[in-house]
């Protein structure tokens, strides 16, 4: 009994005509995708006077600034004279170099990170509302009328598409600089980043609940406090607490037009070349950034563990 070629059915033969016609229109596509990104990368590199010998060239320079941070440059000297050791590092507040030497300010930056973190909490709460209330009337699942989705959605874009920074400078004017102009720039731009996902989160609810409660005769407030909020609460949670990460960050880069926190002394010490004020203020706003991120995370797995 002779033993069936496959290559002999015209089934597979045409299966195989078909499979190597889609094999090769999805590498064309490919190529020619690959093809598209690399010119777009191109022009935009062209544009923006993106270099890679500029870059290149630029690295070693980051090396200088830790050159200046690590070098012993007492007062009065021509210049450093000396690498920084493990002596100077432990030395006291008036030896050039020393951990004590950094931080001798430390009271004035912890009552300035204070106040931005505080700022942060502020932004996050006010920001955090007001998504909540105008994430329900922006999802389309939830709202009849097309023209207040659109008109809310729009407003969500509008609130996230201004930068913080311009927000910030914008609101200093009839506000004054100090930590109010912070506070609503950062919340403003809260409201429209929430909205966005909190709106996504909605789209993604069981509706049967929702139907439920209408069946009863429920209003449009009831089915969302009921059988809409429960399925989306740890969801919007989690993303609150991941933006109030992102405004602790935001309280320090607004900062820098006035908006009140640790951002005003950071671009102060910059302005004046005090290395070792600038790093000493990096290294804290790094230390609160990764506590906040310790604490966020053990909130958010409690708090959704407990919902589920």
Request: with cysteine.
């Amino acid at each position: 009994m002779t033993a069936l070629n496959p290559t002999d059915d015209p089934a597979y033969r045409l299966f195989q005509q078909r499979f190597g016609t889609l094999r090769r229109s999805r590498q064309t596509e490919s190529l020619l995708t690959l093809a598209a990104v690399v010119l777009l990368f191109v022009i935009a590199a062209v544009w923006t006077d993106f270099s890679p010998e500029q870059i290149a060239n630029g690295l070693p320079r980051i090396g200088e600034y830790f050159g200046k941070l690590f070098s012993i440059e007492p007062k009065g000297s021509a210049g450093p004279v000396g690498v920084l050791a493990l002596p100077h590092l432990f030395g006291g507040v008036k030896e050039p170099q020393s951990i004590a030497y950094w931080f001798y300010r430390i009271g004035t930056y912890a009552a300035l990170l204070w106040q931005t973190i505080e700022m942060a909490i502020l932004a996050t709460a006010l920001g955090f509302g007001a998504a909540f209330a105008l994430s329900f009337p922006a999802t389309h699942i939830f709202v009849g009328s097309r023209a207040v989705v659109f008109v809310t959605r729009r407003l969500l874009e509008v609130m996230r598409t201004i930068p913080q920074v311009v927000l910030a400078f914008i609101l200093v004017w009839p506000f004054g600089i100090g930590p109010l102009a912070g506070i609503l720039a950062i919340a403003v731009h809260t409201t429209g980043t929430l909205g966005k996902l909190f709106c996504e989160l909605n789209e993604n609810a069981d509706l049967r609940p929702v139907d439920g409660i209408r069946s009863v005769g429920g209003s449009w407030l009831a089915q969302i406090r009921f059988a809409v909020v429960p399925q989306v609460l740890p969801g919007f949670l989690s993303y609150a607490l991941l933006r109030f990460e992102i405004n602790v960050r935001s309280s320090t880069i607004i900062g820098f037009v006035g908006a009140g926190g640790i951002g005003q002394e950071l671009k102060r010490v910059i302005g004046f070349n005090i290395y070792e004020e600038v790093s000493a203020i990096v290294i804290l706003i790094l230390l609160i950034v990764v506590a906040i991120d310790l604490i966020s995370e053990q909130i958010r797995h409690r708090f959704i563990g407990a919902a589920i």
